[in-house]
């Protein structure tokens, strides 16, 4: 039993499921109604209007409808979409056992403890028949899928099979019913129309509409269930006798075909399997059985400690079982549906039907390869119990898998095919094994891990070569780990990468219980599947990223062509890329699993071992994936020519730092202009600013201005905001006296004391501060005013207005006068230069297209002298250096580089070259810019003059350096020297604090001259013989001690630092030389 959901309630009488959708409806005994999604596992809705404990529901097939029956005498029907009761049935005069839809015509069945069942159509809300004829409880009624017919079951001990033909032909073709039941609206409280007396004689006597045509007797005891085969004449019981029996009808009679016999109590339902020829059965005895129908055996049995089981049901279209139980119900599976499979590059080999099949990617041919013999005991389906199937990717010369079972508590079988697989070759005997887990371990090894937990390892003639024990008992499979010789182990919450040469564990990696490994093409990369999360790491099994999902994960498969895998889950198919961004490709009607991806098509097996083929769209899998390794020809190449949209894609964008790139996918205005703030592009977020029209956008817009210098734009957007404050200390800042005193008549027409005070304060008007104050009732303040700066008439007419208080504030002055004050009158400062903008140096940030227009033009020509490869080719990085002249010019390291930064290159030209020092980031993302120096920059002299490595290190160039040292002493790895070219580059360089709010010069540290004849200065590189000494006897005597760790270390580090080492005399030179031939 497959265990796909469980839910813990009050016991369970009744079950049914949605036709479509993943849900399941659980009537309780304490009279609740759940409605379950049990794929999501969450409660969707309830309903509790029910009276006493709800025995029987069921769905429609088609209208969003569901009705249930229960112990107070009367049958509801729902809308879950309203989420109510439309109406009640009234008519049963005992507890309602059972109800259930037709999947035609407009009426629903019910079983009473009253010994009828009753036939409504829900449509006019009406009893249309009453069918009499058992006299004992009738415990279920259900119709049969295709015919007229419907079974019931009853403690009268007997079966019945009643005929509706007559019913449909009276009623379904519009003819008017002869009898009728009431029917209660809740809304209106209205009841059906019928004759009393007909009413009466059909529900005491019956009508003819509906007869009997078979009546079942064998069993001993009260039948508790009966259901028809869902499309063989066939009938199953189950009763108190214990016992399930299988009958068989034709047109003429039905009789009893066998008798199966297993439970230990009594018998609650029984129910046919929708897929295979088995019936399932539930008991008191608190057990499930599995019968198969052909030989009329029990082939399983699942068993609960504490809890009965009541009721049971079948999916109608797929292999789904609920079972309801004292303390829930739970919804299961009986096998595996997943097909066994593995593909190559070329071709899917896959198990249907004892067959080994394959499919070609290219021409679709798919033909029967091999037949595979019968494993194990009999189970649910045709014997083969195949589990995984897995190719052998190390061997091109022939095509192996191994076919790994459940048969025989676990079993393997090594399957040899032609290279093209088109002459299969017969597997033998001798090439099966026992084994709980097996998978491939170089081209000609396989290993199997036993049941005592030893990894055999097997020739290809599967003779054992060697055993070796497993590093932990609790490791339960083995996986392929991507590279010969090696093994991955799972264990409950971790994998372990195992050498089974050294016997050794190489890494580990804490993860939830992995299910499959997927590897990349090239086996770089390894996908792995847990229940409901991805973990996506190295060929080592270091973690790159890790992704969760809330449904189960059924499978993936990596793109043929870049670093992106595809997998699917109950109903989407997804992305992952191995930075872990993710995202959806396309939804699913039904769980698929995946074969292949192949140029936008989707290769895949379903549930029937159907293969299929779905179009998806990876675009934005792939602009994602030339995001991430900066292929800006790419990304700008999808730009143009796909289409690209969704908020979830320009918050992506926004997020990694690309505002700009996100401009171009955006409609909405406001995103827009959020959008064009961001990345600084002021000439759009204007125009957008003027579509939207509020104050915030102009507010956002003067504040990026500002901090860009483009006061025209300032100016604007604190005049359609009407910020005068802030215009007026703008006018001031800039220098702008005209417009200064207009701003002062503004505040005049505006009544605003305070704002023509500010104004005249910063034009030095003292007479306009005089007024000011006398307008605002401070006669004393504008007497001082106008006595402090000169102005004798204002003066006097105000001393005449405040009188005795003129003669104290005159006596002040005279005071100040006399202690030689040197007060004099604020003036506003005078512009430098009046301009359109303020003097900045007018570069703007680097749009992608300019980034990309600078590396077409500056791309690298190939040399033949070379080696060929530049640093990133030896790091394995995608990330291309960026460098303007080739050779000559040093470069820079971009191992950083980032789409809206400035190409941090030191570029110079030999002859009259100007060379940038680079761009210091702040903390709030913006870029100050060094205005462009005079002549020749010193570090253009050193990588232009030098031809030693260490100098080009300490001017940044490191390309050149690099190419020094491969053709000096052929170093082609140049990863370990990162550190010291880091090193050399920081010591030549020191930095100078400048003036307030200026920025720090940065100047090189000059040393020695190379020539008496030339006024250049090489830097000074800060290593001499005595510290490289000094570290080597210190490596000396951590070896000496045992501490071989730090040892290694420290001379590493000293064969890492001698590439960099400049020689002073002729005898270092030639003590450090066998050390760099050494390397």
């Given at each position: 039993?497959?265990?796909?959901?469980?839910s813990?309630?009050?016991?369970?009488?009744g079950?049914a499921?949605?036709?479509?959708?993943?849900?399941?409806?659980?009537?309780?005994?304490?009279?609740?109604?759940?409605?379950?999604?049990y794929?999501?596992?969450?409660?969707?809705?309830?309903?509790?209007?029910?009276?006493?404990?709800?025995?029987?529901?069921?769905?429609?097939?088609?209208?969003?409808?569901i009705v249930?029956g229960?112990?107070?005498?009367?049958?509801?029907?729902?809308?879950?979409?309203?989420?109510r009761?439309l109406?009640t049935?009234l008519g049963?005069?005992?507890?309602i056992?059972?109800?259930?839809?037709?999947?035609?015509?407009p009426?629903l069945?019910?079983?009473?403890?009253?010994?009828?069942?009753?036939?409504?159509?829900?449509?006019?809300r009406?009893?249309?028949?009453?069918?009499?004829g058992?006299?004992?409880?009738v415990?279920?009624?259900?119709?049969?899928?295709?015919?007229?017919?419907?079974?019931?079951a009853?403690?009268?001990?007997?079966?019945?099979?009643?005929?509706?033909?007559?019913?449909?032909?009276?009623?379904?073709r519009g003819?008017?019913?002869?009898?009728g039941?009431?029917?209660?609206?809740?809304?209106?409280?209205?009841t059906g129309s019928?004759s009393?007396?007909?009413?009466?004689?059909?529900?005491?006597?019956g009508?003819?509409?509906?007869?009997?045509?078979?009546?079942?007797?064998?069993?001993?005891?009260g039948?508790?269930?009966?259901?028809f085969?869902?499309?063989?004449?066939?009938?199953?019981?189950g009763?108190?006798?214990?016992?399930v029996k299988?009958?068989?009808?034709?047109d003429?009679?039905?009789w009893?075909?066998?008798?199966m016999?297993?439970h230990?109590?009594?018998?609650?339902c029984?129910?046919?399997?929708?897929?295979?020829?088995?019936?399932?059965?539930?008991?008191?005895?608190r057990?499930?059985?599995?019968?198969d129908i052909?030989?009329?055996?029990?082939?399983?049995?699942?068993?609960?400690?504490?809890?009965?089981?009541w009721?049971?049901a079948?999916?109608?279209e797929q292999?789904?079982?609920?079972a309801g139980?004292?303390?829930?119900?739970?919804?299961?599976?009986?096998?595996?549906?997943?097909?066994?499979?593995?593909?190559?590059?070329?071709?899917?080999?896959y198990?249907?039907d004892?067959?080994?099949?394959?499919?070609?990617?290219?021409?679709?041919?798919?033909?029967?390869?091999?037949?595979?013999?019968?494993?194990?005991?009999v189970?649910?389906?045709?014997?083969i119990?195949?589990r995984?199937?897995?190719?052998?990717?190390l061997?091109?010369?022939?095509?192996l898998?191994?076919l790994?079972?459940?048969?025989?508590?676990?079993s393997?079988e090594l399957i040899?095919?032609?290279?093209?697989a088109s002459?299969?070759?017969?597997?033998?005997?001798?090439?099966?094994?026992?084994?709980m887990?097996?998978?491939f371990?170089?081209?000609?090894?396989?290993?199997i891990?036993?049941?005592?937990?030893q990894?055999?390892?097997?020739?290809?003639?599967?003779e054992?070569?060697?055993?070796?024990?497993?590093?932990?008992?609790?490791?339960?499979?083995?996986f392929?780990?991507?590279?010969?010789?090696?093994?991955?182990?799972?264990?409950?919450?971790?994998l372990?990468?195992?050498?089974?040469?050294?016997?050794?564990?190489?890494?580990?990696?804490q993860?939830?219980r992995?299910?499959?490994?997927?590897?990349?093409?090239n086996?770089?990369?390894?996908?792995?599947?847990?229940?409901?999360?991805?973990?996506?790491?190295?060929?080592e099994?270091?973690?790159?990223?890790?992704?969760?999902?809330?449904?189960?994960?059924?499978?993936?498969?990596?793109?043929?062509?870049?670093?992106?895998?595809?997998?699917?889950?109950?109903?989407h198919?997804?992305?992952?890329?191995t930075?872990?961004?993710?995202?959806?490709?396309?939804?699913?009607?039904?769980?698929?699993?995946?074969?292949?991806?192949?140029k936008?098509?989707?290769?895949?097996?379903?549930?029937?071992?159907?293969?299929?083929?779905?179009s998806?769209?990876?675009?934005?899998?792939?602009?994602?994936?030339a995001?991430e390794?900066k292929n800006?020809?790419?990304?700008?190449?999808?730009?143009r020519?796909?289409?690209?949209?969704?908020?979830?894609?320009?918050?992506?964008l926004?997020?990694?730092?690309y505002?700009?790139?996100a401009l171009?996918?955006?409609?909405?205005?406001?995103?827009?202009f959020?959008?064009?703030?961001?990345?600084?592009?002021i000439?759009?977020?204007?125009?957008?600013?003027?579509?939207?029209?509020?104050?915030v956008?102009?507010?956002?817009?003067?504040v990026?201005a500002?901090?860009?210098?483009?006061?025209?734009?300032?100016?604007?957007?604190?005049?359609?905001?009407?910020?005068?404050e802030?215009?007026?200390f703008?006018?001031?800042?800039?220098?702008?006296?005209d417009?200064?005193r207009?701003?002062?008549?503004i505040?005049?027409?505006?009544h605003?004391?305070?704002?023509?005070?500010?104004?005249?304060?910063?034009?030095?008007?003292?007479?306009?501060?005089m007024?000011?104050?006398?307008?605002?009732?401070?006669?004393?303040?504008?007497?001082?005013?106008?006595?402090?700066?000169?102005?004798?008439?204002?003066?006097e007419?105000?001393?005449?207005?405040?009188?005795p208080?003129a003669?104290?504030?005159?006596?002040?002055?005279?005071?100040?006068?006399?202690?030689?004050?040197?007060a004099?009158?604020?003036?506003?400062?005078?512009?430098?230069?009046?301009?359109?903008?303020?003097p900045?140096l007018?570069?703007s940030?680097?749009?992608?297209?300019?980034?990309?227009?600078?590396q077409?033009r500056?791309?690298?020509?190939?040399?033949?002298?070379?080696?060929?490869?530049?640093?990133?080719?030896?790091?394995?990085?995608?990330i291309?250096?960026?460098?303007?002249v080739?050779?000559?010019v040093?470069?820079?390291?971009?191992d950083?580089?980032?789409?809206?930064?400035e190409?941090?290159?030191?570029?110079?030209a030999?002859e009259?070259s100007?060379?940038?020092t680079?761009?210091?980031?702040?903390?709030?993302?913006?870029?100050?810019?060094h205005?462009p120096?005079s002549g020749?920059?010193?570090?253009?002299v050193?990588c232009?003059?030098?031809?030693?490595?260490?100098?080009?290190?300490?001017?940044g160039s490191f390309?050149?350096?690099?190419?020094?040292l491969?053709?000096?002493?052929?170093?082609?790895?140049?990863?370990p020297?990162?550190?010291?070219?880091?090193?050399?580059?920081?010591?030549?360089?020191?930095s100078?604090?400048?003036?307030?709010?200026?920025?720090?010069?940065?100047?090189?540290?000059?040393?020695?001259t190379?020539?008496?004849?030339?006024?250049s200065?090489?830097?000074?590189?800060?290593?001499?013989?005595?510290?490289?000494?000094?570290?080597?006897?210190h490596?000396?005597?951590?070896?000496?001690?045992?501490?071989?760790?730090t040892s290694e270390?420290?001379?590493?580090?000293?064969?890492?630092t001698?590439?960099?080492?400049?020689?002073?005399?002729?005898?270092?030179?030639?003590?450090?030389?066998?050390?760099?031939?050494?390397?």
């Open positions: 039993m497959l265990t796909k959901f469980e813990k309630s009050n016991r369970v009488k079950l499921f949605h036709l479509h959708r993943p849900w399941i409806l659980t009537s309780l005994h304490n009279g609740v109604i759940q409605l379950w999604d794929r999501m596992g969450t409660l969707l809705d309830r309903f509790d209007e029910h009276e006493g404990p709800v025995r029987g529901v069921d769905f429609h097939r088609v209208q969003p409808l249930s229960g112990d107070d005498y009367r049958i509801k029907v729902w809308d879950y979409k309203l989420r009761c109406f049935l049963h005069l005992d507890y056992r059972t109800v259930c839809f037709h999947n035609d015509y009426w069945v019910s079983a009473s403890d009253d010994q009828t069942i009753r036939i409504w159509n829900w449509q006019s009406s009893c249309v028949t009453v069918l009499t058992h006299n004992h409880y415990m279920c009624a259900s119709f049969h899928p295709k015919d007229d017919l419907i079974v019931s009853s403690l009268d001990q007997t079966v019945r099979v009643w005929d509706v033909t007559g019913l449909r032909n009276k009623t379904v003819m008017p019913a002869q009898a039941g009431p029917a209660l609206n809740e809304a209106t409280g209205a019928g009393v007396v007909s009413r009466v004689n059909a529900d005491l006597f009508s003819g509409d509906a007869v009997v045509k078979y009546v079942l007797e064998g069993h001993d005891r039948v508790n269930w009966a259901s085969h869902p499309s063989s004449p066939l009938i199953a019981s009763a108190d006798d214990r016992q299988l009958w068989r009808m034709n003429i009679k039905a009893e075909v066998d008798t016999r297993g230990t109590n009594n018998v609650s029984v129910v046919f399997h929708p897929k295979h020829e088995l019936i399932i059965s539930n008991s008191e005895d057990s499930i059985r599995v019968w052909s030989k009329r055996l029990g082939v399983q049995t699942f068993r609960r400690e504490n809890d009965r089981f009721i049971i079948a999916h109608p292999n789904l079982l609920a139980h004292d303390a829930g119900m739970i919804v299961f599976k009986l096998e595996r549906e997943r097909p066994a499979f593995a593909s190559d590059q070329q071709r899917l080999f198990v249907k004892r067959y080994l099949r394959t499919f070609d990617f290219h021409n679709g041919r798919d033909v029967p390869s091999i037949s595979l013999r019968r494993t194990g005991h189970g649910t389906t045709a014997g119990l195949a995984s199937l897995e190719c052998n990717t061997n091109s010369t022939e095509t898998l191994l790994c079972s459940d048969a025989e508590g676990g393997y040899a095919l032609g290279v093209d002459q299969p070759i017969e597997s033998s005997d001798g090439k099966r094994g026992t084994g887990s097996a998978t371990l170089s081209r000609n090894r396989v290993a891990l036993d049941k005592n937990r990894i055999l390892i097997k020739d290809l003639a599967n054992r070569r060697k055993v070796v024990a497993s590093p932990s008992p609790a490791t339960d499979k083995i392929f780990a991507g590279t010969s010789g090696r093994l991955l182990l799972r264990l409950d919450d971790r372990l990468l195992f050498e089974t040469q050294s016997r050794r564990i190489l890494s580990e990696l993860v939830q992995v299910k499959y490994v997927h590897w990349s093409p086996n770089a990369f390894v996908a792995l599947i847990s229940k409901h999360g991805i973990t996506i790491a190295s060929r099994l270091d973690q790159l990223c890790s992704i969760s999902e809330t449904v189960r994960v059924k499978g993936g498969v990596w793109d043929s062509h870049s670093k992106v895998f595809v997998y699917t889950t109950l109903n198919v997804k992305y992952c890329l930075s872990g961004d993710t995202g959806t490709l396309r939804t699913l009607d039904m769980p698929v699993y995946l074969t292949q991806v192949l936008g098509k989707l290769h895949c097996l379903d549930r029937e071992c159907k293969t299929r083929i779905l998806i769209d990876m675009t934005e899998a792939n602009f994602k994936l995001l390794s800006y020809a790419e990304v700008m190449h999808i730009i020519h796909a289409r690209l949209c969704g908020e979830a894609l320009v918050a992506y926004q997020d990694r730092g505002p700009e790139v171009h996918f955006v409609k909405d205005l406001t995103t827009r959020k959008l064009a703030v961001a990345c600084g592009n000439q759009v977020a204007l125009s957008t600013a003027y579509e939207l029209g509020d104050d956008s102009w507010h956002h817009l003067g990026e500002l901090r860009q210098g483009n006061y025209q734009v300032v100016e604007m957007a604190y005049q359609r905001t009407k910020n005068f802030r215009l007026s703008l006018y001031l800042l800039t220098g702008n006296t417009k200064l207009k701003m002062l008549k505040a005049e027409m505006r605003d004391l305070m704002a023509r005070f500010h104004n005249a304060l910063f034009l030095g008007d003292a007479e306009e501060r007024r000011v104050l006398e307008d605002a009732g401070q006669l004393a303040l504008a007497y001082l005013t106008s006595a402090t700066h000169g102005l004798t008439e204002q003066a007419r105000l001393g005449d207005r405040i009188g208080t003669i104290s504030i005159q006596r002040s002055l005279e005071l100040q006068r006399g202690d030689d004050s040197c004099l009158l604020l003036q506003p400062p005078t512009p430098i230069v009046r301009a359109e903008n303020w900045l007018a570069v940030r680097m749009s992608m297209y300019e980034l990309l227009d600078s077409s500056y791309a690298p020509e190939q040399d033949d002298e070379d080696s060929g490869e530049t640093w990133e080719a030896q790091l394995g990085s995608d291309p250096l960026s460098r303007d080739v050779d000559e040093p470069g820079g390291w971009d950083e580089l980032e789409l809206e930064d190409l941090m290159t030191a570029t110079a030999i009259g100007q060379i940038s680079g761009i210091m980031r702040e903390d709030d993302g913006q870029a100050p810019f205005a120096p020749v920059a010193p570090m253009a050193w232009e003059t030098a031809c030693h490595a260490a100098y080009h290190a300490a001017a390309e050149t350096g690099m190419h020094l491969y053709r000096q002493i052929a170093v082609v790895e140049f990863r020297l990162k550190q010291a070219f880091m090193a050399r580059a920081l010591s030549s360089l020191h100078l604090p400048g003036l307030p709010l200026a920025l720090a010069v940065v100047m090189p540290v000059r040393g020695q190379l020539t008496e004849t030339r006024a200065l090489l830097p000074v590189i800060p290593l001499n013989m005595a510290q490289l000494i000094d570290l080597l006897k490596a000396y005597k951590e070896f000496q001690r045992g501490n071989f760790v270390r420290i001379f590493r580090t000293i064969l890492r001698l590439p960099l080492y400049v020689a002073e005399t002729r005898a270092e030179a030639q003590e450090v030389r066998p050390c760099k031939q050494f390397q």
